[in-house]
Nanobody, 124 residues
Framework: QVHLVESGGGLVQAGGSLRLSCAASGRAFSTVTMGWFRQPPGKERGFVAGISWYGASTYYHDSVKGRITITRDNAKNTVYLQMNSLKPEDPAVYYC?????????????????WGQGTQVTVSS
């Protein structure tokens, strides 16, 4: 099992940038595939981005391509979500998740461990 703690959420102006962090513990981080999900108010939790073992491959939801980058630092047991050009539809609670396996998965049912989430708010 992997324990995950998100941080970096907060208030940012539209068009601005924000970097979320997710610190992991409990299992060798380099062997865990990581994903970011978000849940806007009144909506279902949906996939944002994923990164495979050692960061060899990444996958993004079409709605965030070009604006969001997922990276990982295995030495620090941390995965990041860099968000640029934030839009009014981006506000949500963002969650990081982990799963066993070397490939990226895009559904929440494929992830076994979840963080508590961090709130992102965008002002205009």
């Amino acid at each position: 099992q992997v324990h995950l703690v998100e941080s970096g959420g907060g208030l940012v102006q539209a068009g601005g940038s924000l970097r979320l962090s997710c610190a992991a513990s409990g299992r060798a981080f380099s062997t865990v595939t990581m994903g970011w999900f978000r849940q806007p108010p009144g909506k279902e939790r949906g996939f944002v981005a994923g990164i495979s073992w050692y960061g060899a491959s990444t996958y993004y939801h079409d709605s965030v391509k070009g604006r969001i980058t997922i990276t990982r630092d295995n030495a620090k047991n941390t995965v990041y979500l860099q968000m640029n050009s934030l839009k009014p539809e981006d506000p949500a609670v963002y969650y990081c998740a982990a799963r066993r396996g070397c490939s990226v998965a895009s559904t929440r049912f494929e992830y076994s461990d979840w963080g508590q989430g961090t709130q992102v708010t965008v002002s205009s």
